[in-house]
């Protein structure tokens, strides 16, 4: 029997099956030298996996059982003998069927170490099995700046395994993200950014301040904001109207002195090469974000914008306000704009400012953030290096590193 009827009626759950699992240094011809060998016994393809860890090759094949002992035996034989000859180790394994079907319930969850140690490894697999999770399969997504490995995970609802591993990766120090299986990943997608503390490492009114000279102002009235004594609108007013008076030409001194988070360029550059559409939206000023839409090669960016009058700063701001339920509004707005729906868009943030807006997105991100915007984002980004976040939507370093060699450059910044 050699034709479709078998291949179908190798999936049926009681057919004897053979796994043919091949072990040894990889080099190349392996696998055509595998399946040269079992082409002899005219078997189909039920399953074949192959993954090389370290040069080292383990290659399976799931194949219907030939129809009699002696010829079984003799497919044993010689694929034994063909590894012998390649010096590699052969295992077959008698058995009935294919795989179990996948459970209900599909989730990727991404663990990024800083190193990652077997014991966190263990605690996060453990967890997943207390859900109720099975794990079909692991892979490494990349090595550097972080080790960050996938697993594919069935049986277990994605929401239901999200609240058990931020627990675990809470106690272990590593980031895990839990994203549900269903979600299109690869889908066209939107990224909306915040900036201070997120793409940039400054907070960019700490800059505008210290050339005011009213550093320490700004930084009283951010406490007492932060103490929830003024909400974000009358802090932005009561901190702008410290810098009435300033000459315009300290905006360009700013826009020199931001930095930029390592990783920011390679995030928004592997983005940009994988068909994404990027944002920042900013409680800061306009003056700066649309100064790093144009370095960056953003599409979108909105913040509240300095009024200046006669090349002076006026202490107030104009149009409309971004605060945190500004940034919402601009995540709905920017996807609209790109046609992306609200569940294919990304955003990242560090502040109770971005809460809304990790809220509203399909997959909400915290940047380095404080504890309370940690327990309210989908997932969690504790290092300090903003392409992770690549790893978190299933990117690949190699995918990374393909972006940079075609913009011919490798700078990390
Ligand atoms: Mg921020």
């Not at 057919?15 to 078997?43: H, N, S």
């Not at 219907?64 to 394994?93: D, F, K, N």
Request: hydrophobic share 45%; glycine share 10%; proline share 3%.
């Amino acid at each position: 029997m050699n034709d479709a009827s078998q291949a179908t009626a190798a999936t049926a759950a009681n057919v004897p099956t053979l796994l043919v699992k091949i072990f040894g240094k990889d080099r190349p011809g392996i696998t055509a030298g595998l399946f040269e060998t079992l082409a002899r016994f005219q078997v189909n393809v039920i399953d074949i996996e192959q993954v090389v860890t370290r040069g080292r090759i383990v290659l399976c094949a799931l194949v219907p059982a030939p129809a009699g002992r002696s010829v079984e035996g003799e497919l044993r034989a010689t694929v034994h003998a063909w590894a012998e000859s390649m010096r590699l180790q052969a295992e077959i394994i008698s058995g009935i069927g294919d795989n179990r079907p996948r459970g209900e319930g599909r989730s990727h969850v991404t663990v990024l170490g800083h190193p990652l140690t077997a014991e966190s490894t263990a605690a996060i697999a453990a967890r997943i099995t207390g859900a109720g999770g099975n794990i079909d399969r692991i892979f490494r997504l990349a090595k550097y700046p972080v080790t960050a490995v996938e697993f594919a995970v069935s049986g277990v609802a994605t929401d239901l395994l999200r609240p058990a591993l931020a627990l675990e990766a809470h106690e272990r120090g590593v980031d895990v993200a839990v994203v549900s299986a269903g979600l299109h990943r690869r889908a066209q997608r939107l990224v909306v950014m915040d900036v201070d503390s997120t793409v940039i490492q400054d907070e960019v009114i700490e800059l505008f301040a210290a050339h005011a000279g009213c550093e320490n102002q700004v930084a009283e009235v951010t406490a007492a904001a932060m103490r929830g004594e003024l909400d974000f609108e009358q802090s932005l007013h009561a901190r702008v109207a410290l810098l009435e008076g300033l000459d315009d030409s300290v905006i360009d001194k700013v826009r020199q002195e931001v930095r930029l988070t390592a990783g920011a360029r390679t995030l928004i550059r592997t983005l940009k090469r994988m068909g994404y559409q990027v944002g920042v939206v900013s409680g800061g000023f306009t003056q700066v974000t649309d100064d790093l839409k144009e370095r960056l090669g953003l599409d979108f960016a909105a913040a509240n914008t300095l009024e200046i009058v006669d090349g002076k700063l006026t202490g107030r701001v104009t149009g409309e306000i971004v605060d945190r339920a500004g940034k919402a509004r601009l995540l709905r707005r920017f996807a609209a704009e790109a046609g992306v729906p609200l569940s294919q868009t990304v955003a990242i943030g560090d502040g109770a400012n971005d809460l809304d807006m990790l809220n509203a997105a399909g997959l909400g991100v915290a940047f380095n953030a404080k504890p309370v915007v940690r327990r309210a984002a989908d997932a969690a980004v504790n290092v300090p290096f903003l392409d992770t976040v690549l790893y978190l939507l299933g990117i690949t370093r190699e995918e990374v590193e393909a972006a940079d060699a075609g913009d011919g450059g490798n700078a990390r910044a």
